[in-house]
């Protein structure tokens, strides 16, 4: 069975402090890995797509990073508009369903 | 261009009762996927229509059904209404299927509570 894992659960960062939120994963075989960040009470908001280890994206203050394993979100000199959940999915090799499994997130709390 | 559109934002059921949720996808987008997300929790893949039909199942009883129309919009229904299908309801939908893994775009959601 796919599993997605998300650590930490929750982190709390002053405004400048950088950091890495971790994903890992056992699936039978990858077809992409997915970061999305959700605000409260919102739908998940989408930003980058991994395919395959060693491949890197950036956005902003944020560089995702994939190995076989393992994806990092890399958070640099973060901002309170930073603040919200990380959520990790991955999406397996299988013939007609395109199904995300998701980890149950890393809540990022940036401190002023 | 259009995000992916959900209502209502708000339902507040009672236990036994039916429920209709409804979704419009992207521009351009012909798969749609439905999630529950409960409180703290990552969504959960309920189902997923692509051309009109299911095209994929979660671990969801048959109460949680759905449709895909001809212009891609979907619906969730839920019979007999149980207090743990109280959630957040999420729609995304993702474009023309190829090879690679495709990014699904996420409405903002509807949320549920069954008393």
């Known amino acids: 069975e796919d599993q997605v894992t998300q650590s930490p659960e929750a982190l709390r960062l002053q405004e400048g402090e950088s950091s890495s939120l971790n994903c890992s994963y056992t699936?039978?075989?990858?077809?992409?890995l997915f970061w999305y960040r959700q605000d409260p009470g919102k739908g998940p908001e989408f930003l980058f797509t991994?395919?395959?280890a060693g491949e890197e994206k950036e956005k902003e203050r944020l560089k995702a990073t994939l190995t076989k394993k393992e994806s990092f979100l890399h958070i640099t000199a973060p901002k309170p508009e930073d603040s919200a959940t990380y959520l990790c999915?991955?999406?397996?090799?299988?013939?007609?369903?395109?199904?995300?499994?998701f980890g149950t997130g890393t809540r990022l709390t940036i401190i002023p | 261009e259009t995000g992916v559109t959900q209502s209502p934002t708000h339902l507040i059921k009672t236990r036994g009762q039916q429920v209709t949720l409804r979704c419009s996808s992207q521009?351009?987008?012909?798969?749609v996927s439905w999630y529950q997300q409960a409180l703290g929790q990552g969504p959960q893949f309920i189902f997923q229509?692509?051309?009109?039909?299911?095209?994929g199942r979660g671990n969801f009883p048959p109460r949680f059904s759905g449709l895909q129309f001809p212009n891609y919009s979907s619906e969730l229904n839920v019979n007999a209404l149980e207090l743990d299908d109280s959630a957040l309801y999420l729609c995304?939908?993702?474009?023309?299927?190829?090879?690679?893994?495709?990014?699904?775009?996420f409405g903002p959601g509807t949320r549920l509570t069954v008393l």
């Open positions: 995304a939908s993702s474009p023309i299927r190829d090879s690679g893994g495709n990014e699904q775009f």
């Open positions: 699936v039978s075989g990858l077809r992409g």
């Open positions: 991994l395919y395959s």
């Open positions: 999915a991955v999406q397996v090799v299988n013939f007609g369903n395109e199904k995300l499994t």
């Open positions: 521009s351009g987008h012909n798969t």
């Open positions: 229509y692509y051309r009109e039909e299911e095209n």
